[in-house]
Each structure stands twice: as C-alpha cells, then as structure tokens.
C-alpha cells in the first residue's frame, strides 16, 4: 500500500503523531464494484454541467468528448441504489502545472471536506487519464492537508480512513508510484505540515518544555543510524553561557532547553551544513509585562516555529536526503515567579553581547539570540535558517497569511520565496536598515532589547537578531506570527495551528539536496 510511505503515526496518539489514511492504487476496472465514488472530471468546457445519474455518469466517462465538455467546476451528489457518489468536476490547466499545483490541491481538499460532510471513511477516486504522478501528488497532498483537524472531543470529528485511486495509467503497482521523489516529496511534505500543526495545536499542560524535548529524542530514536541528539537542560544553559535563554525560562518549573538533532545525510562534503531553528516558547504569558486577556490564550502556539522545523527535519530525514542538516529548537516557558527576569536586567548573551531587556514579551529573540550563537559555534553552518512567531508588528504589515522574510543573503531569499510558491506558503521580504540598527542600539548595554520606539517592531526584531549571526553565515529569518494560527477554518488549513513553514522549509532542503545528489530527479517545483 502507498500508506506504507507514512513509516509510522497511522494513528494519532503519544504527542506528535499525526494520524494519516491508508492510499491504495487500484485498476479503473474494478470502480464500477464499489460504493463510495469519486469522479475527478478534468475539462475544458463548452456546455454547461448537468446532473447525471449514476450509470449516465459511467457510460460519459468512457467517452472523449464528455472530458472536454464540462464547462464549471462544481461538486455533485447523487443516490442511488449502489450508494453515495461524488462528483468532482477539475477545471485546472493541466497544460501548466506550476499554475495548476494550487487548483489540484483545493480538489484534494474538496474531496476530503466533502467526503467529512457525509461522513464517508473510504472515499474511491477514479483518476482521468490526463493526470499523471506529478498532478496525483497535489491532489493528495490537498487531500491530507484538509482531511486532518486538532479535536479532544469525545467523538471524532470527520476523518476520511482510506483513499483508493483508481487508474489504468499510473505506474502499475503502489511501489513503483511511491518510488518516484517528486510524489514521495509531496505526501512527505503534507505530512511534515501535519506533524508541526499536531505538535503546535497541543496545550502547554501537555506540550512542555521537557515533553518537546522527548518529540526531538524521538525523531533521533526512530533514525538512530542517520540521526543524533543532544540536550542543554537548566541550569547547564549558564554553564554553557546561554544566559538570555535560561533567563527566558527559569520563572516556571519546566526547564529551559536547547535541544538539537544533527542528521548526516551528504558525508561526502561534511563541512557543508545546513541548519534550521525554531523558537518553542512553549507557553507566553508576558512575563512581568503580562499580557492581557484576548492575546494570551493562543500563546500555546507561541512554539510553532519550533514545530515546523522539526517537522521539516523529520521528513527531509525519512525521505533520506543527500544534505547534512542540524535543527536546534529553543523550547522555555516565559512565566510569572519569584525567579523570573525583569524589565531593565542586563544580561551576557553567548556571544559576549550584553543586553537591555526592555519588555519581558519580547522573549523569543533573547532565546534565538542565544541558540543562533551556540549552534553557529558548535557545528558552523553555511546556511542557518530560523523560524518563529516573533512580534505582532509583522501581522499587522502583512496579515495573518504571509510570512515576513528577512536575509543578509539575496540568493538565499530568492531560493525561499521560490520555494514559498511552490507550497503555497506565500512570503514577503521585509528590509532590515540602518535605522533599525540605531534603533536597538542599548543606553547602559551593547543592546536593547525592543529599541527606543514603536515602530519598525519586526524589522527592529531582526535587527537585533542579526548582530548574532556570524561573518560568512547565510541567514534567514522568517517571522510566522501571521500565519502560524488560524481563527477561522480555510480550505487546507483547519481552525487552529497550521503548520506553516514546514512545507516551505522541506521543499527548500530538497531543492539544495537535488544538487547535491549524483543523479538529480525530476524536479516537480522547476
């Protein structure tokens, strides 16, 4: 079964799991014996869509000129004595698939949600011919993305168990289709989605600092051949100098920890290191600059960059990789206690850097500040590339779907808002400027933890983070406040965390591992 891909978590349980249908290939004979049936119907049309029944259906679909006839893009539901069927009407232009790739996952999605709304568990999809591994791997990727919702209710919400296509044209056995890169990326890709939005929809009671850690031991454990780990708990932050971090989090009893999973996927060239780092403020409350009630009940989500990098990690290792990789996650509780740390300390970071905490809020850059500087130091990547839901200023300048992109490195930018595109995670590249170094520039310390205004407040944010990245480092920052969480259920996207960034980040590492591999494959994205 193509399930097999999905080398674990079928079903959703321990933290971090993620709960996946089974994917079966099966020859278009054998559609007209099932029950639950779905037509993926690819056109260009000339007459208007009609409401068929059944056989009517069947016998249209044998016929060429029925494919080409269909004029808009709807969804149907017929009854009729063999059951429930669906009708899926594709209006996409298969003739441009980079165009298409954002069409054939809505179709993915209406099949799921449609398929929720009737409460089908195995849903049956007959492929048209037109459609080829390349257009399958966007529709199931659609489909994986909107079959899946955050629930701890009692009953289940709507989850479709099995997904069975149907085509006489695709590769003759499940193996040989799930054998193809391209494909493999792409459920590869929604599932490493899936996994950063179960982690970051999980509640602080259950997703702590120490419990995340257990997440990343696991990925190690699962990989123990590929994949190493390793963990700075408490107080062994200060004897290491990670003194911004250990502050961030000694006001609650769950530990701050830098955790951190290298992956040698490339040995050949072992210098050239790509790393990823996540933010995981597991739980925010303001600290002793609280936050008010209606900005700090979501703040559980305040972890989702963390999520998504290990996410991105996870896949890149399991779909193997030719890329050396490190992901580091900066996980702390920023909370109220006799230990916490006050507005006007002045602490040493790991790079020497003195700072001026100007707003106990503004916690997350403290913890990367420290986290960019030990990693840098530790396993000297060329490329580091950091994702965090860091400051409200960049919601409010881009929205809650765009996330804000800040570099030193033009070529690196364009790789990810390439990259960006392709997964339909849109970004946009914000500037960091001379003003917003003056501006973080510290009265009593080298820095000042917000700088001396309101405004600019996430290109100050990246200002600030900038001074601990080191000569020679391409460096990204992507700000995900925006998109991390949705109120509202979209398309693709269920209410809640969304899993932002994993995609983005995944296809950005395939990218850099096609080049690295002696034989590059077929490149879906090109």
């Given at each position: 079964m193509l399930g097999t891909i999905f080398k674990r978590y079928f079903t959703s349980g321990k933290l971090g799991s993620v709960k996946l249908p089974r994917i079966n290939l099966r020859r278009?004979?054998?559609?007209?014996?099932?029950?639950?049936?779905?037509?993926?119907?690819?056109?260009?049309?000339n007459i208007e869509t009609k409401?068929?029944?059944?056989?009517?259906?069947?016998?249209?679909?044998?016929?060429?000129?029925?494919?080409?006839?269909?004029?808009?893009?709807?969804?149907?539901?017929t009854w009729d004595a063999s059951g429930r069927?669906?009708?899926?009407?594709?209006?996409?232009?298969?003739?441009?698939?980079?165009?298409?790739?954002?069409?054939?996952?809505?179709?993915g999605g209406s099949i799921a949600t449609a398929s929720h709304s009737r409460l089908v568990k195995s849903t049956n999809v007959l492929v048209p011919e037109l459609y080829g591994p390349e257009h399958i791997s966007y529709v199931l990727n659609g489909?994986?993305?909107?079959?899946?919702?955050?629930?701890?209710?009692?009953?289940?919400?709507?989850?479709?168990?099995?997904?069975?296509?149907?085509?006489?044209h695709l590769p003759e056995s499940e193996e040989k289709l799930a054998a193809i890169q391209d494909y493999r990326l792409f459920l590869k890709s929604a599932e490493a989605t899936l996994f950063a939005r179960s982690l970051a929809n999980e509640r602080a009671d259950v997703a702590n600092t120490q419990e995340m850690m257990e997440v990343a031991k696991e990925i190690a454990l699962a990989n123990p051949e590929k994949v190493t780990f390793e963990a700075i708990i408490g107080e062994d932050l200060l004897k290491n100098q990670l003194n911004l971090h250990y502050s961030v989090g000694k006001g609650s009893k769950n530990p701050p920890i830098l955790a951190m999973l290298q992956y040698k996927g490339n040995p050949d060239q072992a210098e050239d290191i790509t790393a990823i780092l996540g933010k995981g403020l597991c739980f925010d409350s303001g600290g002793l600059n609280i936050k008010p009630t209606g900005s700090m009940e979501t703040m559980y989500t305040d972890k989702a960059g963390a999520c998504a990098a290990l996410g991105a990690f996870r896949s890149a290792v399991e779909l193997g990789l030719k890329i050396n990789l490190v992901c580091?996650?900066?996980?702390?509780?920023?909370?109220?206690?006799?230990?916490?740390?006050?507005?006007?300390?002045?602490?040493?970071?790991h790079k020497g850097l003195t700072v001026e905490i100007g707003n106990t809020d503004a916690e997350g850059r403290l913890v990367l500040a420290d986290a960019m500087s030990y990693l840098q130091q530790k396993f000297k990547p060329k490329t580091l590339?950091?994702?965090?839901?860091?400051?409200?200023?960049?919601?409010?300048?881009?929205?809650?779907?765009t996330g804000g992109l800040f570099s030193n490195n033009?070529?690196?930018?364009?790789?990810?808002l390439a990259a960006s595109q392709v997964v339909n995670e849109p970004l946009w590249r914000l500037p960091i400027s001379e003003e917003h170094r003056e501006e973080i520039k510290g009265s009593y310390a080298d820095l000042d933890s917000i700088g001396k205004s309101r405004f600019g407040g996430s290109s100050k944010a990246a200002a600030f983070?900038?001074?601990?990245?080191?000569?020679?480092?391409?460096?990204?920052h992507l700000d995900i406040a925006g998109p991390a969480d949705t109120a509202s259920s979209r398309p693709l996207t269920p209410k809640g965390a969304t899993g932002f960034g994993a995609a983005l980040v995944l296809n950005y590492i395939h990218k850099i591992a096609s080049k690295n591999s002696v034989e590059t494959p077929q490149q879906l994205s090109k």
């Open positions: 278009a004979t054998d559609f007209q014996n099932v029950k639950e049936k779905v037509f993926l119907i690819n056109n260009k049309a409401k068929y029944d059944v056989k009517v259906i069947e016998d249209l679909f044998q016929q060429e000129s029925f494919i080409t006839d269909i004029k808009k893009t709807k969804c149907l539901w069927s669906l009708y899926l009407v594709d209006n996409s232009d298969l003739t441009n698939l980079k165009s298409s790739s954002r069409d054939l996952r809505l179709l489909f994986l993305l909107a079959n899946n919702s955050f629930s701890k209710k009692k009953d289940e919400d709507p989850f479709v168990e099995e997904i069975n296509l149907f085509s006489n580091v996650i900066g996980l702390a509780e920023n909370f109220i206690s006799e230990k916490c740390y006050r507005p006007s300390d002045i602490i040493r970071s590339i950091e994702l965090s839901t860091l400051t409200g200023a960049c919601v409010i300048a881009l929205g809650k779907q033009d070529e690196l930018a364009q790789e990810l983070l900038e001074r601990f990245v080191e000569d020679g480092v391409r460096w990204a």
